[in-house]
């Protein structure tokens, strides 16, 4: 205890310092699936692509028969979605972080298999897996 007391900055900076790096791990996420198991739905053909980046994004490369909507036009284009409830719903963007934040909306909007692609559209391409332009 007589330590802690002598060096309280030093236990504090270890303290805030464990809390940062904790923190990123405690956020709530949404649920994700591997190149590898998007590939699996993809394959069934029961599955709705939406890439979350921008136009200029999804121009340079996406996955064949993704449907464009930017994050930032998610909330007012999620009734194109509609049809789409019952299938499967994939989320790519460029890295995972943009699409979990599409995954809750779509998951507050009553959309059940909602998930993202994990690591995005970079973990696709290092698998080796095809885009298109």
């Not at 007589?2 to 904790?22: C, E, P, R, Y």
């Not at 994700?32 to 998007?38: A, E, F, G, Y």
């Not at 921008?54 to 064949?64: I, Q």
């Not at 909602?114 to 696709?124: F, H, I």
Request: net charge positive.
């Amino acid at each position: 205890m007589k330590f802690i007391i002598d060096h309280i900055f030093t236990v504090a900076l270890v303290l805030i310092s464990g809390g940062a790096l904790l923190w990123p791990a405690l956020q709530p996420r949404g649920k994700r699936s591997s190149p590898l198991q998007v590939t699996q739905v993809i394959n069934r053909g029961k599955a709705t692509i939406v890439d979350v980046r921008p136009a200029e994004e999804f121009a340079k490369g996406h996955l064949r028969d993704a449907k464009n909507i930017p994050l930032a036009d998610l909330a007012t284009r999620i009734g194109e979605l509609d049809k789409s409830k019952s299938r499967s719903v994939v989320i790519v963007c460029q890295t995972g972080a943009r699409a979990d934040k599409a995954v809750r909306q779509l998951a507050a909007a009553g959309f059940d298999d909602v998930v993202s692609l994990d690591g995005g559209l970079t973990a696709w391409q290092a698998a080796g897996l095809p885009v298109t332009k």
